[in-house]
């Protein structure tokens, strides 16, 4: 626990310029993926791809400790304290469940989501876990419950914080997004004046984020596309790198946040965060659940915060760059590898038929690589995402590498590029 940085990250957030989030990036490629959506009315979709980048504010970075998080179990000092978090005291060796409220009323309801808090007998870092940040992806609800129940509190070093529902409007009306369309995702760190978003943002980090050493961002893939399990990270961040490399075997993509997500936000606030990707939206899949609590679970032996070993087989490469194949025509899409396969140049990946006339067109790999995340056999328009592929290189990254298609849909880099839910 490092609770001054807790209240350094909280004095910031207050002190954050407006973040005006009324950018709608009204692009070509986002027709397909509002098809895919069907809770809302037409009339909102420009609310649906509300970008918040241009007017986000910064955040100013804050000082870690000295101590790198690779380490900050066996610098932590003297006995666990308690936990302050959401006005209620967490004596080390307890747990409890605590409820975040992001608005006192909500469409004239209360709307509270379960915060379950871990706080270990010995001291060291506070790990937190969110999950359905969008609320149709459900694969990291259940990893959450099944890390937090299997946590006993008198093994644990430092604390662990689980976050089942983040999103928990979403989360009942099974869609990705909030009441009003917009992605929760791109709002944070928020603002208490700003949008809804903004504002339900805003709490959530000051609030619960702000108590974090570093996080685990949960997700699945948006829009009938599956994900390989996979670490998405920024790994020119030192803090970050030690995350990645504690999961075990599981791939890691190397990918510069998207300005507004919660692992965007945290990392500036000196909160080192990575997304775990595993599976697609809308289904609980066991193999990825099972998949993803090991990786946390593994991490969470390699910080040094509880000792139990888990045994895994090679490693997975890294990959430090990626690309989307998309379709050139619309039709059925039917897919011709599965996640995980390796594919060579030119290999088949799927076909596109016109129900009407049809003609059939092939997408083939533009790439050697191992396909990462790949959409459900669907119907597809014109420009949808299909195929991701994970390209390896020798190269790590560096400070001024030129991004891919994929990073610079990803980063936001011009409202023109961002195609919305290609990213966490
Ligand atoms: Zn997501």
Redesign the pocket.
Known sequence: MFPFRALLIMLLALASPVMAGEVAADTDEMGPELLEDTTGDAGSRSGEVVAAAEDLPDPAPVDRPAVPLADAVNAAVGPEEPIEILGTEVMPGTSQRLSWSATELFEGVPVSTPVLVVNGALPGPTLCLTAA??GD?LNGIEMVRRVMHNLEPSRVSGAVIGIPIVNVQGFRRGSRYLPDRRDL?RYFPGNPNGSAAARIAYSFFTNVIAQCDALIDL??G?FERANLPQIRADLRNPDVMTLTQGFGSMVILHSTPAVGTLRYAATRAGIPAVTLEAGGPSQLELNEVKLGVKGIETLVNTLGMVRKMRLWGEPEPVYYRSSWVRADNGGILLGNVSLGSTVRKGDLLGTITDPMNNARTELRSPYSGRIIGMARNQVVMPGFAAFHVGIQTDEAPTDDEAPTDDEAADTMSSSDDYVDGMS?
């Open positions: 940040v969008h992806e995702n997700h699945t948006s966490e």
